[in-house]
């Protein structure tokens, strides 16, 4: 059973930056694949980034040059930085990890941080 402990996230003006981390147990988190995702009222869950254990990093269009994903297996976190912020990037953001237990996919979510870029 994998838990995340989740903190960043908060308020910011539009142009500024925050970050957003998670920190996973209950895995062996080099081997696994992370992201984030995020959420508004009303809309789907959309893709953020997403940072697979050994291959090509992913960013919505929406966040190219301004997000930067990254993770330390070391620590077993995943880190989302986010520059030059707009209000539409206010969203409940989501961690999610991937692993593969033989032939098994499981995948697990965080609880969520909220992010609001105010105008």
């Known amino acids: 059973h994998v838990e995340f402990v989740e903190s960043g996230g908060g308020l910011a003006q539009s142009g500024g930056s925050l970050s957003v981390s998670c920190t996973a147990s209950g895995t062996v988190f080099g081997d696994t694949d992370v992201g984030w995702y995020r959420q508004v009222p009303g809309k789907q869950r959309e893709l953020v980034a997403q940072?697979?254990?050994?291959?090509?990093?992913k960013y919505s269009d929406s966040v190219k040059g301004r997000f930067t994903i990254s993770r330390d297996n070391a620590k077993d976190t995943v880190t989302l930085q986010m520059n030059s912020l707009k209000p539409e990037d206010t969203a409940v953001y989501y961690c999610k990890l991937d692993e593969t237990w033989g032939r098994q996919n499981l995948e697990w979510w965080g609880r969520g941080l909220q992010v609001t870029v105010s105008s």
């Open positions: 940072m697979p254990s050994g291959g090509t990093i």
